[in-house]
């Protein structure tokens, strides 16, 4: 089995988004730790999930980039789950397009 390596960001949009080499680990740790509690805890909350936001969004881009057509999507009941665990994609070579359409009906932003 061979492994590519994996560079951050993943996208060359997100690359020209960030300022400097170190700025997407800052990214992505505030998007794993972005849920708090006690003192600012909805700032922090708030804060993480924009992280995750755009972390997610990196991932989504690259596969664009990539050749593929992408969707994403949060889980039902994503109030449930885990926080900043929610978050889907699903993606399709972009000749295959139109298989992401029968996935529209299942999204929900709540």
């Known amino acids: 089995v061979v492994c590519p390596v994996i560079t951050h960001p993943r996208s060359k949009w997100m690359a020209e988004q960030l300022a400097g080499p170190g700025d997407f680990a800052a990214l992505a740790q505030a998007a794993d730790t972005g849920h708090g509690d006690g003192a600012n ?32 999507l949060k889980l039902i009941r994503a109030a449930d789950a885990p926080p900043n665990k929610s978050d889907l994609l ?11 359409k029968r996935l529209r009906p299942l999204m929900s932003c709540s």
């Open 90 to 100: 699903v993606g399709v070579p972009a000749s295959r397009a139109g298989a992401l």
């Open 41 to 72: 805890a909805d700032t922090i909350t708030d804060l993480g999930a924009r992280a995750k936001m755009n972390v997610e969004l990196d991932r989504v881009e690259a596969a664009r980039e990539a050749g593929y057509s992408v969707e994403s």
